[in-house]
């Protein structure tokens, strides 16, 4: 199929103003982008009136959770998985349909979800997994409370494992099955109930193997981690992608940058959390962890930029907050503006996911768009607002509502 997108303006994921169309489409790829591209046509082609509106390349959520059917931990992962898949599919579907054209899932999915993608069995993202997180013991992981004697330790989005052999194995294990990367647990989190936020957790050593293990499969290491003392813990062992770090200062910052790690915030959930949390029968102890970082997240970024670091986007949203997906757009361009937050959402996110050929609209890229109405550089409303239209397609192929 050839598509040209005509009287578009073009955020390419990467200019900060607009560029020109026509944007010409073959085969699910961009072939040519700009005035002459019509040229290029050959052949039947589609043309998509674009009526003066806006084609962004489709957006990459790097912190999705596709099994947080809620956020209770202990119910997330002692629901039976045929139930998970079914709820996962639906959250996924929508987040499609919001302009998401890429997840990537940073504690749960599995190779049975991703082949029912892959078989278009349902309508979702490109989907990115990493399988269940690994939490040492009374980590962030670890979802019993201390007065709590079972184990609840081998769950759909996250697995208790302890020492450097069983770490290796349960990585290898992970690649074996498809992961895209590897997720970790290196600080206390909200919703866990027995660790505090700002101890580092895992040893040097067992870090170090999950890095090295990652490393020779050509892969990465995603670490949950909000203080300092964390975010250093895990850079120094070999992680490349820290999520959250919201209580990130300038030295910390610093020593990212000159590890090339990643920062996604996930400014979204903390927001939305302290909105709905004790509706939704958060536990007081959460609540409290979650005002602590909650106004420390959007300084985080700024931070971040400031020193260089390449900062994506995430949501990391759990139960029925999966429709504050698009606020984290708005949190993040409250705090560094709507061009950096674009870039972030598109192509920053690409390059942590190692895709050079997506979040862009140029020569050779995959043809995942989104259209809108308006200029999302002056006004992100026109497409963080969830009633705002939009038009959505995937690899060439448009999303049937």
Known sequence: MTLLFTDVAVFDGESDSLQDGPVLVRDGRIVAVGPGA?????????????????????????????????????????????????VAARRLGRALGRGFTTVRDVAGGDAGLAAAIHEGLFASPRYLYTGAALSQTGGHGDPRSPDLDVCLCDGHSVEVVDGVDDLRRAVRERFRTGAHAIKVMTSGGVISL??????????????????????????????????????????HNGIRSIEHGNLLDEETATLMAQHDAFLVPTLATYAAMDRHGEDLGMPEVSRAKNAEVLDAGQRAVQIALNAGVRVGFGTDLMGALETEQLTG?????????????????????????????????????????????????????VLASPEAPREVWQAGNPLRR
Do not use: C, K, W
């Open 329 to 381: 757009l708005r949190l993040q361009a409250d705090a560094v503006g709507t061009f950096e937050t674009l870039r972030s959402a598109t192509s920053v996110n690409a390059d942590l996911i190692g895709r050079a050929d997506l979040g862009r609209i140029t020569t050779g890229a995959v043809a995942d768009l989104v259209l809108v109405d308006g200029d999302p550089l002056t006004d992100i409303e």
């Open 38 to 86: 019509e040229d290029q046509a050959s052949g039947p082609v589609e043309t998509i009136e674009g009526r003066g509106r806006t084609l962004l390349p489709g957006l990459i959520d790097a912190h999705f959770h596709a099994y947080a059917v809620s956020l209770d931990m202990t119910i997330n992962e002692g629901r039976p998985l045929s139930y998970v898949a079914h």
């Open 194 to 235: 027995a660790d505090p936020l700002r101890i580092p957790q895992y040893s040097a050593e067992e870090l170090a193997v999950v890095s090295e293990e990652a490393a020779r499969r050509g892969s990465y290491v995603a670490a949950h981690a909000y203080s300092p003392e964390a975010i250093v813990h895990s850079v």
